[in-house]
């Protein structure tokens, strides 16, 4: 997936790779890396996720945010949301299949 990364630091471009068993690995514009995986709700396209950032130049940097995935079928999109743990700011994506 290709799309936009962001916190209350701002926004920028960032790159997803999603495999079948919902791990996931990242990449933002400004070198921050990130790993995760998404676990599947039993109802539609919803998942939870766990995602860990790397060191700096991570906005979250050695951080592990819980949160949640949707994967809109029809446009191919992916929206992620993860709040930080007092709830002030979050990670968020989102970006659009690469076929």
């Given amino acids: 997936y290709t799309g936009q990364a962001g916190s209350s630091g701002g926004a920028q471009t960032a790159r997803v790779t999603v495999v079948a068993d919902g791990t996931f690995t990242g990449t933002e514009q400004n070198g921050c890396t990130f790993t995760g995986k998404a676990t599947a709700r039993t109802n539609g396209n919803v998942f939870d996720q766990s995602i ?31 709040p930080n743990s007092l709830r002030t700011d979050a990670a968020i994506f989102f970006g659009t299949k690469i076929l």
């Fill in 52 to 82: 860990t950032f790397g060191v700096a130049p991570c906005f979250f940097a050695n951080s592990t945010l819980q949160g949640i995935m949707y994967f809109d079928i029809p446009t191919r999109r992916l929206y992620t949301a993860a």
